[in-house]
């Protein structure tokens, strides 16, 4: 059954006239950026199919690369030091070209022409640090760096324009480096538990905390200009969507963008609204006033924003329940079956335990990433994932509790003439099943947490709310994804809980 | 022609000799008791008669037959086997745990089979067929494991210390009732155990095994009138059965 289900899913993954797929990368302005090029797109009627947030720069030109995307907004300066791995240009038009030539002949992924505004990275302090320090640029933070603590995303501390080129750059170091993710960072630094973060210089949330941006005065930061980056294939086809996105070209600057940001992020407005507006403003739709009540009711509390999206949460709770379900069928029809196995023939029984444990080891996002080169993004590499987590509980269990039944039991029915294969089914199997489904349930559980992780692939979910969330530093956001997973961890725990009662022989 | 027969049976579990070439016969409807220390090979012994246990060297003759030339599983099917921890499959009822063997068979009368040897150990169907082991006495559970070895109607029953872990007044009802059974039926029976006056009571002769080897066979007056070995003296004093 399990099977039958994968290969529907790779049948419906493989459809031939999909819409264009438009991902984004999880921090608000990536998500307005999409959502203004999804919006632009339907209004050219072109159908688009959206991943909001689908990951980090790796990840979401991965699925560019591998076609499970058709675009995302990209900018230059990340395309030319953290994806070519080149060394950095000062000049943006020098920088575009370069990305352009390389992107078009090795991967023949296009750069459509720069939205009109650049983003490059900011790093900021609080107020208070900046005049008791007198901190005007990063010379002077080089300067006192020694005292500081600084909260970076991880992002910025491994890519070769974020941290270790700046430390080069202007000799800087800290007291200490913490990754914090994007959400997380300005609070860290406006309760004082970091002192230095690194920011976006158009974020709109700079503005709400109050922060000092250093300058960069040695130019160390090379240009980002903002651009549409298309994967190879959609312009042969849909020539349409890709004439539609450059009616963007250089219409969005600094401030618009600032702005735009700023509404989403401060004001908390929902993307859709804040899209539509700008495409209104810019001329390019006409402005379909529909007010949306979302923003409101986000201050009417937790449980009113909750029961404004019941709809929309069931839908994602039911996709939730999907992954899993799917992914723990597959794992208990591979896992219970091999550790029958392993007891009745296997010598090298604990190191194949052992193997399938390491599997446990590599972290759920390192895992997603590692997927989308094989499988793309969606649904079914969602599942893969999921699946291989859950083997290692059910298969230690299994093994362990075959092997373990009632030793006098087996011997005894043995002895009296049983076969090894009827010793399995009428003894150990039986007395083994609470032990494999203590399993089963532990896989369920992690399983239901671990499915959260599916929205960086655009898998859907319960995590999807949870990442857009923790982007926009939204809490109920957050909660409106974790509470029902929380939930639905209990549900599928108690549901497995009936199903063991059943199962279990009564002794 | 014995039941059994051991043939300079040898059997190693890597460097320690388990079976030092042991050669013993047990007779149609005999009894014999096996008695030894623990690492004396008894069991092993024991096991080599249904082939839970194959020789390195020498063969098991039963009813005449070579028994490597058998089918195990139809071989145990047709041997009664009653371990010390009675072995119950602890997710059956009882009725169901004495029916095993003839349901194994595919006996369409399992249950009334399984019906006749408990009442044959004293066990009321009505009253313990649809109990749990976990639900019974451990003289119980043992009289339900000699059901079960009997419930097939085998000739020959293998016992392996059948009644070492029961209380001294379980334990004697216990060896009275198979007394009883074995006349009745006729039963060639093995029987270890590392009592020596359970040996004496259950046994028509006795063999004492140390260090896989027989020291000495023979009747329970032969063995007191002339012990071939030191070691056999020694036991029989020691046992106070001299």
Redesign the interface.
Known sequence: MGTTALLLLLAIQAAPSRPVVIASKPFGESYVLAEIFAQLLEARGVAVDRRPGLGATEIAFQALRGGAIDVYPEYTGTGLLAILGERPRRDPREVYDRVSREFRRRWGIRWLPPLGFENTYAVAVRRETAERYRLETLSDLARVGPELRAGLTADFIGRPDGLPGLARAYGLRFAEVRALLPAVKYQALAAGKVDVIDGYSTDGLIARYDLAVLEDDRRFFPPYEAAALVGRGLAERRPDAIAALTELSARLDVATMRGLNQRLEVEGEPVERVAADALADLGLTALVGEPTTAAESHRQGLARYLLDRRRELLRMTARHLLLVALSLAGAVAVAVPLGVGLERFSRGAETTVRAVGLLQTIPGIALIAFMIPLLGIGVLPAVVALFLYSLYPILRNTWTGVRDA?P??V?????????PG?VLR??RL??ASPVIMAGIRTAGVINVGTATLAAFIGAGGLGDPIAAGLALSDTHMILSGAIPAALLALGVDGLLGGVERVVR??? | MSALAAERVVKRFGAVVALDAVSLEVGRGECLGVIGESGSGKTTLL?CF?R?VEPDAGRILVGGADAATLDP??????TG?V?Q???????WAVRRNVA??PW?RGSAEADDAAERAMRLVGLEPERFGDR?P?ELSGGERQRV?VA??LAAGPEVVLLDEPFGALDAITRADLQTVFLAIRRELGLTAVLVTHDLAEAFLLGDRIAVLRAGRVEQVGTAAELRATPATPYVRELLERARVA
Do not use: S
Not at chain 2, 85 to 91: A, E, I, K, M, N
């Open positions: 009632a006098d039991a011997a005894a029915a043995t002895a009296l003439g049983m076969t009827q009428h003894v039986p007395l022989p009564a002794v | 096991r249904n839970l599983i139809e071989l145990r099917r047709g086997y371990p921890d009675g072995g119950l499959l602890p997710h095993l063997v194994l749990r976990r494991a079960r070895a």
